[in-house]
């Protein structure tokens, strides 16, 4: 079969033509890499293609299906890596000026488990920088695009992820979530993503934005492609002091699609929200509606403080982002400004020319939320909040198996409408930054179209329980076919 002809489906569906012969791990990888060249140029979901190494990587998946060897089940997938994380050899720029002619000593736990099952490194996606934003218009690189409408966003930070599955070019791909940046992408562009609970997949590796909130997680075309990433990346990492010492079971060769006995909860304050459209919330519970037919039962829910979690988000965040981006300052690796005459100017011209309007935005306010004064105002009473947020989720739980409700309070904008405006942008993550804060795992996967866009359901679970909110995921998608649908093709 020829490489063009090669329809890019699930991983689950290349891993049953490369056991039947019908196609190459070669092939599959020739395939993804012209797709990408034909559809990269209008969607920009790539800062880096790595085309020979990852035909060799292919050769290598195929010679070992010639020895009739134990593979993985990703062994011979192409996968995309967002371009904040270490890869041994390659350039590690998290979009930014301030990283250029960084290629990074070593490689990222996350990255190294995939390489270590088979997968095959495709290429670097483009993000916000440094993993700061909403839209992925952020990026020195330039912005990404949404597949379905180039006008319009494809959420952020991990936007190239996202549209990298999105667009056909890669069955899945990883991505990073500080405050929904899987999540809110995955529901822009029409795909599953998954955000772990924190410390469920190892940080090392994951050039750090807010280390108490940052988690690497998994996109897919469906959500068991998701489950089987997570598998391979997940479990303990001495390299890594957060990583969690719990085994990762997910259990889903028992999937069946029935969800009998599963409580949903539908939290009052989701569904109050002034900014929400009327038709994501009707989609949402048409959604819910479905999970009813398969078992499940749902009841209303309360997270009173949730209100406050964009503010606890942002002062927590940018403050960790002060502390962590201090290391980018032209002594060691990166950019260097030639104006740099004494160590005071190189600090200063070098961060001021390397760093974005929004970093700069978010090293500033982390900063005055630390600084004498302000600490005990600010940083300590959000971390007060936090907590109280946590407790919202744990009493929630007493009373649900999972939480269920939309991932953004709209689809996806247009492009340039929101970046004058950061109070705005922010709020697009009202959904999302609670999961973060509180350590819960989260799932976005798509539950129909509104305005010609994606709408995307979030599924919120207990700590370390993966398995029950990918199992009820997997059973939506077998009760409706909004993942299967495909943005329309286009060419340049």
Known sequence: MAAGSIPLGTCAELRRALDTGSVSAVQIVETALARARTLDPM???????????????????????LRKEVLSPLDGIPIAIKDNLAHAGEPTTCASRILSG???????????RLEAAGAVILGRTNLDEFAMGSSTENSAFGPTRNPWDRTRIAGGS????????????????????????????????????????????????LVAFASSLDQIGPFGRSVADCATVLE???????????????????SCDKWNGDVTGIVIGLPKEFFCTSGLDPAVRDRVHEAVAHLEKRGASVR?????????????????????????????????????SAEAHDL??????????????????????????????YYDAYYRKAQQVRTLLRRD???????????????????????????ADPVTMYLSDVYTVSANLAGIPGLSLPCGFHDGMPVGLQLLGKPLDESTLLRVGDAYQRETDWHLRRPPERTA
Request: hydrophobic fraction near 40%; charged fraction near 20%; glycine fraction near 10%.
């Open 43 to 65: 969607f920009h979901a790539f800062l880096g293609m790595r085309e020979e190494r990852a035909l060799e990587q292919a050769a290598a998946a195929d010679a070992r299906r």
């Open 102 to 112: 960084y290629v990074s000593p070593y490689t990222a736990t996350a990255v190294a």
């Open 158 to 205: 991990s936007g190239g992820s996202a549209v990298a599955v999105a667009a056909g070019i890669v069955p899945v791909a990883l991505g990073s979530d500080t405050g929904g940046s899987i999540r809110q992408p995955a529901a822009c562009t029409g795909v599953v993503g998954l955000k772990p609970t924190y410390g469920r997949v190892s940080r090392y590796g």
């Open 232 to 250: 391979v990346i997940a479990g303990h990492d001495p390299k890594d002091a957060t990583s969690l010492p719990e085994s990762t079971t997910l």
């Open 300 to 336: 209303e829910v309360s997270l009173p403080h949730t209100k406050y979690a964009i503010a606890t988000y942002y002062l927590i965040a940018t403050a960790e982002a002060s502390s962590n981006l201090a290391r980018f300052d032209g002594v060691r690796y990166g950019h260097r």
């Open 344 to 373: 005071d100017t190189m600090y200063q011209a070098t961060r001021s020319e390397g760093f974005g309007a929004e970093v700069k935005r978010r090293i500033m306010l982390g900063t005055y939320v630390l600084s004498a004064g």
């Open 393 to 419: 989720f744990d009493q929630a739980f007493t009373q649900c198996d999972l939480i269920a409700g939309p991932t953004m309070p709209e689809v996806a904008f247009a492009m340039g409408t929101r970046t």
